[in-house]
């Protein structure tokens, strides 16, 4: 069955960065765009990034300038690279798979369980 599976988040201070990873498995990661989306406290779902299997990269523009996404295929990972993170950056992060919407959130066949990011000194 489809398995996404999130490693890397923790506290990090202001200015700082991280790197996300997104172990995939279930599926045939090379033929599918994969997406990042977070979860701020008390709101909604922010698409921050997708990749597509030819490795072209689309942004929000919470993510625009600051965060690039990647994949390894031989690892069957994705990637979100983040920089200059600030405070409002807090929030679950979330890897998703090709197919993900607002409504099927939390539905293990297109998304990963989610790693906090806490940014604060």
């Known amino acids: 069955q489809v398995q996404l599976v999130e490693f890397g988040g923790g506290l990090v201070q202001p200015g700082g960065s991280l790197t996300l990873s997104c172990r995939a498995s279930?599926?045939?990661?090379?033929?599918?765009?994969m997406s990042w989306v977070r979860q701020a406290p008390g709101k909604g779902l922010e698409w921050l990034s997708n990749?597509?299997?030819?490795?072209?990269?689309y942004y929000g523009d919470s993510a625009k300038g600051r965060f690039t996404a990647s994949r390894d295929f031989g690892k069957s990972t994705s990637y979100l690279q983040m920089k200059s993170l600030n405070p409002e950056d807090t929030a679950v992060y979330y890897c998703?798979?090709?197919?993900?919407?607002?409504?099927?959130?939390?539905?293990?066949?297109?998304w990963g369980q989610g790693t906090q990011v806490t940014v604060s000194s």
């Open positions: 998703a798979k090709e197919g993900w919407s607002y409504a099927n959130f939390n539905d293990q066949n297109y």
């Open positions: 990749i597509s299997p030819g490795g072209a990269t």
């Open positions: 279930g599926f045939t990661f090379s033929r599918t765009t």
